[in-house]
């Protein structure tokens, strides 16, 4: 492992990370890429802590990829499931964090279909001042911190294998598609893209994209032009003059000469609540195929969180074209991604 | 670890507990409270044995807890869910046992809503001339062993933390609040509370006490009066003269001059079978508070097996005040109790 | 562990498996029950090895057989089970399997209630020429060969413990009953019989006898008539002329002078099919009691894969009498059946 200093305790968003932290992730990342690679997959880095999956909304795939990745560090792992639990006798969430904490958890990996929750376990922590860690795995519609940074080093390691670091994004052109409005893993996106000086285009049907944007647009009448947001209330805002946030209601101007292609999970619930016409129409408006690619960059990568709804967020024939899909890849990185952040909050324990 | 002679083979009851193996247990659970402040927490005596949690109730905490005690002693742990199991097909709760016998369970830990199911496996077991042990983790409203022995230790190393043990309790008052009737907390409370020579005094509205108790009281007339009750054939009996067990039906003669409160959870369906008026006249009648609290002696600590249903039992505030309130020391205790019974049960297997 | 050369890649059936392939698993199996009698019972073989149990179809027992076996080996474990997972969120079953592959599994234990989904992930993993092993823990109404292969374990370590191979079972009278149409335990079992030159005898109602089968005893408008069959297509078929597979639709003759009864599981839900008239009369009928084994020869032995319907496919009594009964031993055969297919598929890993 580098080594490193490392001195934040919770993970919880990344709105205030720093090119060092980014960095460290990355390059601790890399590292435990490279172990997965040996023989024995196994490091005795954690042993003897237990990281508890707290998932009161369900997730199997992102819960067995912080399992997997707490056992590659020989962590002992405990999973709360909240169908199965004692929340509906009455107790709140932070008395089931506690009652964790006071079982020996080190970390707490915490995901609620509410926003916030993993930051109010983390004050309720620090106010107690113990030294557990509360690591975001996807809160509401406000973040999920561990996907953005799988991202992130699926692409930087995709252009530097060797030392994958934030400034390769620079100057990058990457496009986030589709249901911006409700997408956590589009907010913690934007925070790490932009954090890299690449040029970030987001592209959603008006309804997806967040409230006051979707009115400016709809009050201007018009129906395809770009625009730079400076500012928004709501959402992540570019901290330098480089920092630019594109947006559109149409596809086509994000996809022209893009590097990258970030497409995000469409819930279909959305159309129920006339959100969207149907989700051919939006296959047909928004969906990503490699038609529609050969408006970026040759080289183009897409990307998606999943799981994904094949035929309507993207093509299944492109979903599976090794050429153009990281999809594979972003699971991959996530087990060495989420190594480095269990590594990070955790070696500094007991 | 102490060294010890340990006799009993399955933990189903403390009925018949003698006091040597109360003190056995405290120690070990002390010496297993230290194991669990260093920074490997972890010991390999039971390394190669398998624990199998076989919870036909559901209990996220109660089953988190047995988990991780088994893994900080390494063994192998199996988690059956009767929910997601074979039992809706049409599988018997011994055969199911036998199940997990045949595979190579060492030790079961068992759960169920009907009292008596693991005095049943075990007699199964023992019929069978297997080496496996049962650990009863509670069954209907019969017992609840290890959140008693919890509780005991929570108790006795507050007292004195360097040698916890029974004797420390002699002559203190030791209030035991709720739903009496239906607690299996309460009846394993209650055996190893006689046996340690404290005085023990139960507070319950008439309709949550149990039958026989109940009954005499409203025949009585009485509203307020304190009952010795020397024996009764539904509920554990003093073996001793010097056991006494009292009874109220108002709170305030059991929080007078008492050293330690025990609140017991209230089951909200208890409502609606009528037992209670509401939840808001229940919490104003028997819920603590640090008002009423003020009846008890200076350095009164309040204790719940949880989950706290806050405002009913006991009032949030309290709850969450370090100066009064065990219920997180209990959480930690039952890390380290559960790892000493299953440390004495397994470590002669083999 | 016996040096052994081992070529097969996944486990899906029995139906090319060689009289070595059946050896080797049967010797290595023998070690593993050795392993298991030792005081520990673990070893390395697959340390750092990931082995993900996809039960898309909910099985506790089956499940915890794997990742007692998995954990023995000192793999690490991941248990996917279909209801809390995200296929309901639209991802295809071979998408899931991709994201455990991305995530570093190397062994894929599948269960599913559709024939063939095992092939298909196997066939999957080996287009995109990834390493990745699948063993089908049973799909729909084809194959369950673990568990044939256990039942093959079972009865070739009683006959000769020392040294269970397939010819100890040539000439042997062994009877399958029950229903035979929908079992995929009969399916693997038929072939793994028929390979070791058994005389195989299947008994079951006209209804619940393979399509084919049935319209032919049916047409032939016989009652109690015996047949040879060499040949079905929809069915396994002996391969030399020594192999004699037989049919009836009466139990008595398939019991006459039988070494082994292997009973199977009948689904409840077969009666509302209108497939059977009521449970006690097939019980009368096709269910295994002591009486009935008096037909067999003197020391014959009873199977059942489990759980078993008591009073249905055999009687209370039967089931728990340890002359009789080999229900307990097929469970610990699992264990050790288990480890040595996955130690056979994980050991040339990596």
Avoid at 99 to 128: F, Q
Avoid at 283 to 298: M, N, S, W
Wanted: hydrophobic share 40%.
């Amino acid at each position: 492992m580098p080594t490193t200093t490392w001195n934040r305790h919770h993970i919880l968003s990344l709105a205030d990370f720093t090119t060092t932290e980014y960095d460290t992730v990355l390059q601790t990342a890399a590292s435990f890429q490279e172990v997965l690679s040996r023989r024995t997959k196994k490091v005795p880095t954690l042993q003897g802590q237990v990281v508890a999956n707290l998932f009161f909304e369900p997730s199997t795939r992102t819960r067995s990829s912080f399992e997997i990745a707490a056992k590659r560090l020989s962590a002992d792992t405990l999973n709360f499931a909240a169908a199965t639990s004692s929340m509906t006798k009455g107790e709140t969430i932070l008395d089931t964090a506690k009652t964790y904490l006071a079982m020996g958890t080190d970390i707490m990996v915490v995901r609620h279909r509410e926003a916030g929750v993993p930051n109010a376990i983390a004050a309720e922590m620090d106010r107690l001042g113990v030294k557990v860690s509360v690591l975001n795995a996807g809160d509401g519609q406000h973040e999920h911190p561990s996907q953005a940074l799988l991202d992130l080093f699926t692409i930087c390691t995709l252009i530097d294998p060797a030392s994958p670091r934030l400034d390769l994004l620079k100057g990058k052109k990457i496009a986030i598609v589709g249901d911006i409005l409700h997408s956590r893993v589009a907010r913690s996106n934007i925070w790490s893209l932009i954090a890299s000086d690449a040029e970030v285009h987001l592209a959603a049907p008006p309804t997806l994209l967040p409230k006051l944007f979707a009115e400016f647009l709809l009050e201007s009448g018009v129906r395809s032009q770009e625009f730079i947001i400076s500012s928004s209330p709501s959402f992540p805002t570019p901290h330098s003059p480089n920092q630019q946030l594109f947006l559109h209601w149409q596809l086509e101007p994000a996809l022209q000469n893009a590097d990258f292609v970030m497409t995000l999970r469409l819930q279909k619930e959305r159309m129920t609540a006339h959100l969207l016409p149907s989700l051919r129409e939006y296959h047909q408006l928004f969906g990503i195929t490699r038609t529609k690619l050969q408006l970026c960059k040759p080289n183009v990568k897409v990307l998606h969180p999943g799981p994904v709804n094949r035929g309507v967020e993207i093509s299944s024939e492109l979903m599976d074209d090794p050429e153009f899909s990281l999809i594979q890849s972003q699971v991959t990185s996530g087990v060495a991604v989420r190594m480095a952040l269990l590594y990070l909050l955790g070696s500094g324990k007991a």
